[in-house]
Structures are given as structure tokens and as C-alpha cells.
């Protein structure tokens, strides 16, 4: 059988185990976050208060806290530290033990730690104050029973903080009435009766928000709304828990008007009440869940938006989706794959779908083969003529005026092709200018000119011998070039034509102001067939005016697409061969259209030809350089290329 020492030993370790034991549960309850607990992860509900009245009666369980609980997160009642300082008193005051308790000491003892484990703290003679009271005062060395009241005062102390906390005035004064009787609970009754009375003025503000909550008057109107009656009962007791809870349903209340105005596609009065909400409890969970749902909302009705544009798009209403894409983008700004239609929808309008730089050939729809290889010009403004300063400038290339292409086109790469053109002369049944009126000018090696040849045809090279397929077609008449645009149309069922003037001027520059398309000066690389210093003629001819230092190795015109691109990819576009264009030759440019229109007279005879050939001079060459010629010519310098409208 143990000695009454060894007893004395393991009631004093039980006894310390008890409060270790007890001061944990209370932290983990009230500050979970010690353990490393998200309090919003808490499902269990805090059972209810097993004190004691001071009758003696069973106090009944209170629901005010379990509907806090049910109505939103745990709410921290007191810091932790107070908490924890509260929890080491109970080794104060505890007297010297000088002798083990006596059996009927022990025995109160055991009656007292039951009903601490019961609930029953104050009130009546089974009441654990009671007996660890009696124990002390039987044996007043104990320290076992001054232990015990000591665990008695820190459960009520804490039992009365939440109560007030969750404004039960009534629960919480029955409970300090009994702290009262207590030894050393002195300062703990004035710190708990300032908080009764705190509470007591507290009170009817918030039964009077409670009230505005209910009515509708969560936040508005400001100044006599629930949230601001919450604000000012924290502003007065900052630890109260009913009026946190309350603005945590303020909030709730203005994020469900953010829900309800995302259900009616109001996505502008979603965001205002999403920064309200923000400024009630900034980065709550609630919030949180909240906008995200809300953008996860705007993101699908956005891309259905989008999705819908483009459909309308491939449907050819482009005004339908532009409206549907800038309701998409007004829901979100930066909507994936907004910019990319964005795009798509300017091309559509001013391309066809298609993108500038693109090059693309239709087919033929009723026999086989394809146009010439195209390439889309891009939209834009340009000045149309020779600078004041440009020397061997014309009255005819005055004045500059600005043009804008406001729609795009497609232009042919290169020149028309003797194969291409004997294509058409074949499938159509056509007969062109040099053979129903008989020859074309050819260049006579002999004379160094070019001469009339009656025998010479679009067959034929620029001296009168027969040409090969990949040559830019000459000796064709204006008439010819329309025809075969014509034709083109007719095959593929898209409008093709010669380009206007100021077509070719703007697609020769490609986007630059200088006096051509490459600089100011002559080449320093070979960029198109023009009449260069070192160029010889069959018999060892030179030209008497060229471009100095400049050989390109052909006297007379080369395969199409022989030289480098200009910056809208048009190869040969100044140089090679010059080039038929729609318009009605006019002296000056007085009255010319701004438009990039060709500018036409009903019955003109007399056509424009832009662009270098293989013999122009460097003043022929420049960008802005054009000439007049009857459209019955047919030249060894001469060729054209088509446009197709999109």
C-alpha cells in the first residue's frame, strides 16, 4: 500500500497535470491558432457552458454563441496573451504545504476536481468552489484545494470574458456574482464589471443593427446603417465578437448584391460592390471566394462573347462582331486571345481575312490553273508626288498632295509573264493589239533605239525574238493588260484590274519618302534591272546616262522576280519593265482624287506608265517619276501587273 508521502506526490503531479491539461484546452478553444489551427477549418461547435448557477441549478444552454458559430467563422475573445498570463496564476497565492492532506481533506478534494470536471463551479454545496473552499479551509496549507479554486477562477474568468464578448449580460453577471465569493479575484470582478458595463451600453446598438440588417440597411444609407453602428460598438469594446460577426454579415450582404448583379450581366456593379466589400473586411475568405466566382463568371461570359464574335466573323457580320468583341473586352480587358481577333476582325474589314505581307493566288473555278502570286499591300497614308527639293522634279509630279489608302489590295508580285499571258491568249480566244494592229517597237541593237517592227508580237522579247516563259510580257497594248485583269475575274470570280496610279506609286515606295524606294542615291546592290554604268549591250554598248558604278548583268529585262524585294515584297516593281495603270493620263495633279482611286475621263485615250524598265534613265526611275503614253503602244519597255480588290 503506497505512504501517505507517496500519495501526496502523485495528487500534487495530477493536480499540475489537470492545469496543464486545462490551460491547453482553453488556448486551443479560443486561440487555435497557437496549435497552427485556421479557425475558419473548425466544424466543432464550442459545447455548451456546464456552470453552475449560484442556486445550484444546472445553468441551461445558451444558443446566442452557437449561432454565432453557425453564422460565420470562430472569433478570436481576448488577446493570448492575457490568455496565457491568466493560466500561469495558478501557482500563485498556493501556500506552503507543511503536512499531506487528511483523508476527509482528500475526500473533498476528489468531490471538488468531479465537479470542476462536471461543469459545476459555483453555487451550492457540490459546487467545486464549495468543496476545494471547505478543503482549504479545513487544511488551510493545502495546496491541492488552493490549486482548485484557482482553476475554478480561470474557467469562470474565461466563461464571463465570452459572454460578454457575445453579449449574454444576464449568464455573465450570474457568473461574476459567484467569482465575487472567490479569494484573489479582485481584479479580475472590476476588470469583468467594466466590460458588463461596456456591454450594457454596447447592447442596444446592436440589437438596433441587428434590426438594420434585417430591414435591408446593411451599408446604406451611409451614416445610418448596420455597418456603421458594428464600427462604432468595435470603436467601444474592440474584442466584441457580436458586433464582428455582424460586419462579417454586412459583408455577406453586400457580396451577395455582387452575386446578384453578375446574374444580370452587370459586371460594373459587381466590381463597385466588391470594393465595398473590400473596404468592410479586406482579404476575407468570404471576399475571396467571392470575386473569385465572380471571375471565373466574367471569364466564361467573356470567352462565350468571344466565341460568339467569332462566328459572326466567319459569318461575314463584321459589325456583329465587333460589337460582341468589344462587349467581351469591356468584361475583360484582358481576355485571352482578344488582340489575336482583334486583328482577324481588322483584316476582315480591310483585307478580306487576309494580313498585309500575305501572298496567296486564287484558282481558276471553272478550268485549271491559278492567277499570278499575289501579295497584300497594308492600309495607310502617303505623300503622292516629288518633293520641291527632288531635283529633275516635273510640273507633272506637282503638287504633292497626301493619299490615303484607306482599304487594302492585293498586287501581283511581278510583272505579267509571257507564260501567263499565253495562258490567257489561249483559254480566252484573245487576240492582242500586236497582232490584230500589226507590231510593237523592239530595240535595235544596231541603232541603239527602239524601232517599229510590224512582224514583232507579245511573243516576242524586247528585241523581236522569241521570249521565254518566265520573261515580264512586252509589246502590249493598255487594252491587252485590261483584258487579261478581265479575264482573271471571269475565272476566278474575284475582281481583278490594273492598279490606279496612286496604287503604284504608293506599293513602289513601300511605306518610304525617298527619291526611290532603296535611298536617295544609286544602289549599292543589285535591287532592281535598271541601266547601270557596267552593264553591256550584245555588241559591247554602254549607256550614256545610268546609274554610276551600278551593273546588274542584264541588257534588256530578266526572269520576273530576278532581283530583291521592295518593302511591300513586290519584286521589279521600278525597274525591269514599266508598267500600265488605270488612270487617264492628266498633266499635273491638280484635283487628283485622295482617295488612291484611279482618276478617270469617259473616252481618254492616252494612259499612265509608272515605274523604271531595264532602259530608263536614274531621272526615270525615282518614285515619283510617271509619263502619259496612247494606249495603243506596245513596247519592248513596256508590261503590266493586276491588283485584286479584297
Same mark, same amino acid.
Given at each position: 500500500?503506497? *505512504?501517505?508521502?507517496?500519495?501526496?506526490?502523485?495528487?500534487?503531479?495530477?493536480?499540475? @497535470?489537470?492545469?496543464?491539461?486545462?490551460?491547453?484546452?482553453?488556448?486551443?478553444?479560443?486561440?487555435?491558432?497557437?496549435?497552427?489551427?485556421?479557425?475558419?477549418?473548425?466544424?466543432?461547435?464550442?459545447?455548451?457552458?456546464?456552470?453552475?448557477?449560484?442556486?445550484?441549478?444546472?445553468?441551461?444552454?445558451?444558443?446566442?454563441?452557437?449561432?454565432?458559430?453557425?453564422?460565420?467563422? %470562430?472569433?478570436?475573445?481576448? %488577446?493570448?496573451?492575457?490568455?496565457?498570463?491568466?493560466?500561469?496564476?495558478?501557482?500563485?497565492?498556493?501556500?506552503?504545504?507543511?503536512? &499531506?492532506?487528511?483523508?476527509?481533506?482528500?475526500?473533498?478534494?476528489?468531490?471538488?476536481?468531479?465537479?470542476?470536471?462536471?461543469?459545476?463551479?459555483?453555487?451550492?454545496?457540490?459546487?467545486?468552489?464549495?468543496?476545494?473552499?471547505?478543503?482549504?479551509?479545513?487544511?488551510?496549507? +493545502?495546496?491541492?484545494?488552493?490549486?482548485?479554486?484557482?482553476?475554478?477562477?480561470?474557467?469562470?474568468?474565461?466563461?464571463?470574458?465570452?459572454?460578454?464578448? !457575445?453579449?449574454?449580460?444576464?449568464?455573465?453577471?450570474?457568473?461574476?456574482?459567484?467569482?465575487?465569493? @472567490?479569494?484573489?479575484?479582485?481584479?479580475?470582478?472590476?476588470?469583468?464589471?467594466?466590460?458588463?458595463?461596456?456591454?450594457?451600453?454596447?447592447?442596444? $446598438?446592436?440589437?438596433?443593427?441587428?434590426?438594420?440588417?434585417?430591414?435591408?440597411?446593411?451599408?446604406?444609407?451611409?451614416?445610418?446603417?448596420?455597418?456603421?453602428?458594428?464600427?462604432?460598438?468595435?470603436?467601444?469594446?474592440?474584442?466584441?465578437? $457580436?458586433?464582428?460577426?455582424?460586419?462579417?454579415?454586412?459583408?455577406?450582404?453586400?457580396?451577395?448584391?455582387?452575386?446578384?448583379?453578375?446574374?444580370?450581366?452587370?459586371?460594373?456593379?459587381?466590381?463597385?460592390? @466588391?470594393?465595398?466589400?473590400?473596404?468592410?473586411?479586406?482579404?476575407?475568405?468570404?471576399?475571396?471566394?467571392?470575386?473569385?466566382?465572380?471571375?471565373?463568371?466574367?471569364?466564361?461570359?467573356?470567352?462565350?462573347?468571344?466565341?460568339?464574335?467569332?462566328?459572326?466573323?466567319?459569318?461575314?457580320?463584321?459589325?456583329?462582331?465587333?460589337?460582341?468583341?468589344?462587349?467581351?473586352?469591356?468584361?475583360?480587358?484582358?481576355?485571352?486571345?482578344?488582340?489575336?481577333?482583334?486583328?482577324?476582325?481588322?483584316?476582315?474589314?480591310?483585307?478580306?481575312?487576309?494580313?498585309?505581307?500575305?501572298?496567296?493566288?486564287?484558282?481558276?473555278?471553272? @478550268? #485549271?490553273?491559278?492567277?499570278? +502570286?499575289?501579295?497584300?499591300? %497594308?492600309?495607310?497614308?502617303?505623300?503622292?508626288?516629288?518633293?520641291?527639293?527632288?531635283?529633275?522634279?516635273?510640273? &507633272?509630279?506637282?503638287?504633292?498632295?497626301?493619299?490615303?489608302?484607306?482599304?487594302?489590295?492585293?498586287?501581283?508580285?511581278?510583272?505579267?509573264?509571257?507564260?501567263?499571258?499565253?495562258?490567257?491568249?489561249?483559254?480566252?480566244?484573245?487576240? #492582242?493589239? *500586236?497582232?490584230?494592229?500589226?507590231?510593237?517597237?523592239?530595240?535595235?541593237?544596231?541603232?541603239?533605239?527602239?524601232?517599229?517592227?510590224?512582224?514583232?508580237?507579245?511573243?516576242?522579247?524586247?528585241?523581236?525574238?522569241?521570249?521565254?516563259?518566265?520573261? %515580264? !510580257?512586252?509589246?502590249?497594248?493598255?487594252?491587252?493588260?485590261?483584258?487579261?485583269?478581265?479575264?482573271?475575274?471571269?475565272?476566278?470570280?474575284?475582281?481583278?484590274?490594273?492598279?490606279?496610279?496612286?496604287?503604284?506609286?504608293?506599293?513602289?515606295?513601300?511605306?518610304?519618302?525617298?527619291?526611290?524606294?532603296?535611298?536617295?542615291?544609286?544602289?549599292? +546592290?543589285?535591287?532592281?534591272?535598271?541601266?547601270?554604268?557596267?552593264?553591256?549591250?550584245?555588241?559591247?554598248?554602254?549607256?550614256?546616262?545610268?546609274?554610276?558604278?551600278?551593273?546588274?548583268?542584264?541588257?534588256?529585262?530578266?526572269?520576273?522576280?530576278?532581283?530583291?524585294?521592295?518593302?511591300?515584297?513586290?519584286?521589279?516593281?521600278?525597274?525591269?519593265?514599266?508598267?500600265?495603270? &488605270?488612270?487617264?493620263?492628266?498633266?499635273?495633279?491638280?484635283?487628283?482624287?485622295?482617295?488612291?482611286?484611279?482618276?478617270?475621263?469617259?473616252?481618254?485615250?492616252?494612259?499612265?506608265?509608272?515605274?523604271?524598265?531595264?532602259?530608263?534613265?536614274?531621272?526615270?526611275?525615282?518614285?515619283?517619276?510617271?509619263?502619259?503614253?496612247?494606249?495603243?503602244?506596245? +513596247?519592248?519597255?513596256?508590261?503590266?501587273?493586276?491588283?485584286?480588290?479584297?
Amino acid at each position: 500500500m503506497p *505512504s501517505n508521502e507517496t500519495v501526496r506526490r502523485q495528487r500534487t503531479m495530477g493536480g499540475a @497535470l489537470g492545469v496543464i491539461v486545462l490551460g491547453s484546452a482553453l488556448v486551443y478553444h479560443f486561440f487555435p491558432r497557437v496549435f497552427h489551427v485556421d479557425p475558419a477549418t473548425l466544424t466543432a461547435h464550442r459545447p455548451a457552458s456546464g456552470g453552475f448557477s449560484p442556486a445550484g441549478g444546472r445553468r441551461p444552454a445558451r444558443t446566442p454563441l452557437n449561432a454565432e458559430l453557425d453564422a460565420g467563422p %470562430p472569433l478570436t475573445l481576448a %488577446p493570448a496573451a492575457v490568455i496565457a498570463a491568466r493560466m500561469n496564476r495558478g501557482n500563485q497565492h498556493l501556500p506552503e504545504q507543511l503536512s &499531506a492532506d487528511t483523508p476527509a481533506v482528500q475526500a473533498l478534494l476528489a468531490r471538488g476536481g468531479k465537479a470542476l470536471q462536471a461543469g459545476r463551479l459555483v453555487g451550492g454545496e457540490e459546487s467545486a468552489a464549495f468543496l476545494y473552499a471547505k478543503a482549504l479551509h479545513d487544511k488551510p496549507d +493545502s495546496r491541492a484545494a488552493a490549486q482548485g479554486l484557482n482553476q475554478v477562477r480561470a474557467q469562470l474568468v474565461a466563461q464571463i470574458s465570452q459572454d460578454i464578448a !457575445v453579449g449574454d449580460a444576464d449568464s455573465a453577471q450570474e457568473l461574476l456574482d459567484g467569482l465575487r465569493g @472567490l479569494p484573489n479575484s479582485a481584479s479580475d470582478v472590476a476588470q469583468l464589471e467594466q466590460g458588463l458595463k461596456t456591454l450594457a451600453t454596447v447592447r442596444p $446598438m446592436l440589437a438596433q443593427a441587428a434590426s438594420m440588417l434585417q430591414r435591408g440597411k446593411a451599408d446604406q444609407p451611409q451614416g445610418a446603417s448596420a455597418l456603421d453602428l458594428y464600427r462604432k460598438v468595435q470603436e467601444l469594446d474592440p474584442q466584441n465578437a $457580436m458586433a464582428e460577426q455582424g460586419i462579417f454579415q454586412v459583408q455577406r450582404a453586400v457580396l451577395d448584391r455582387a452575386l446578384a448583379a453578375v446574374a444580370q450581366n452587370d459586371f460594373a456593379a459587381a466590381d463597385r460592390a @466588391l470594393a465595398e466589400a473590400d473596404t468592410i473586411r479586406p482579404g476575407s475568405r468570404q471576399l475571396v471566394d467571392v470575386r473569385s466566382r465572380v471571375e471565373g463568371i466574367r471569364q466564361q461570359r467573356a470567352s462565350g462573347l468571344l466565341a460568339q464574335a467569332r462566328s459572326a466573323l466567319d459569318a461575314g457580320n463584321l459589325e456583329l462582331a465587333q460589337r460582341l468583341a468589344g462587349q467581351a473586352q469591356a468584361l475583360q480587358p484582358d481576355l485571352k486571345g482578344i488582340d489575336e481577333f482583334e486583328q482577324q476582325l481588322t483584316n476582315a474589314r480591310l483585307y478580306a481575312s487576309y494580313k498585309p505581307g500575305q501572298v496567296f493566288s486564287d484558282r481558276f473555278v471553272d @478550268l #485549271p490553273g491559278h492567277t499570278p +502570286s499575289m501579295v497584300v499591300i %497594308p492600309t495607310g497614308s502617303f505623300q503622292m508626288g516629288a518633293p520641291d527639293a527632288e531635283d529633275d522634279r516635273t510640273d &507633272a509630279e506637282t503638287p504633292r498632295h497626301q493619299v490615303t489608302i484607306a482599304k487594302g489590295f492585293a498586287m501581283a508580285r511581278s510583272a505579267v509573264t509571257v507564260g501567263q499571258f499565253r495562258e490567257f491568249v489561249r483559254a480566252a480566244g484573245y487576240q #492582242p493589239d *500586236s497582232i490584230k494592229l500589226g507590231g510593237a517597237s523592239v530595240y535595235d541593237e544596231r541603232s541603239g533605239a527602239l524601232r517599229d517592227d510590224s512582224r514583232a508580237s507579245w511573243q516576242d522579247d524586247y528585241a523581236g525574238h522569241p521570249a521565254q516563259d518566265d520573261l %515580264p !510580257v512586252v509589246n502590249v497594248s493598255w487594252r491587252d493588260a485590261k483584258a487579261y485583269a478581265d479575264w482573271l475575274s471571269q475565272r476566278t470570280g474575284k475582281h481583278y484590274r490594273l492598279p490606279s496610279e496612286a496604287e503604284f506609286e504608293y506599293a513602289l515606295r513601300g511605306g518610304t519618302q525617298t527619291r526611290y524606294w532603296w535611298g536617295q542615291r544609286a544602289p549599292t +546592290s543589285k535591287v532592281e534591272n535598271l541601266t547601270g554604268s557596267g552593264d553591256r549591250s550584245p555588241s559591247g554598248r554602254r549607256w550614256s546616262n545610268a546609274f554610276p558604278s551600278y551593273r546588274d548583268g542584264y541588257w534588256g529585262p530578266a526572269p520576273v522576280m530576278s532581283f530583291a524585294a521592295n518593302p511591300f515584297g513586290l519584286y521589279d516593281i521600278d525597274g525591269n519593265v514599266s508598267e500600265w495603270a &488605270a488612270d487617264c493620263w492628266h498633266d499635273n495633279y491638280v484635283r487628283a482624287p485622295v482617295d488612291g482611286s484611279a482618276w478617270l475621263n469617259p473616252g481618254c485615250s492616252v494612259r499612265v506608265v509608272r515605274g523604271g524598265s531595264w532602259g530608263s534613265s536614274p531621272e526615270q526611275v525615282r518614285s515619283a517619276y510617271r509619263q502619259g503614253a496612247d494606249g495603243k503602244v506596245r +513596247s519592248a519597255r513596256v508590261g503590266f501587273r493586276v491588283v485584286r480588290e479584297l
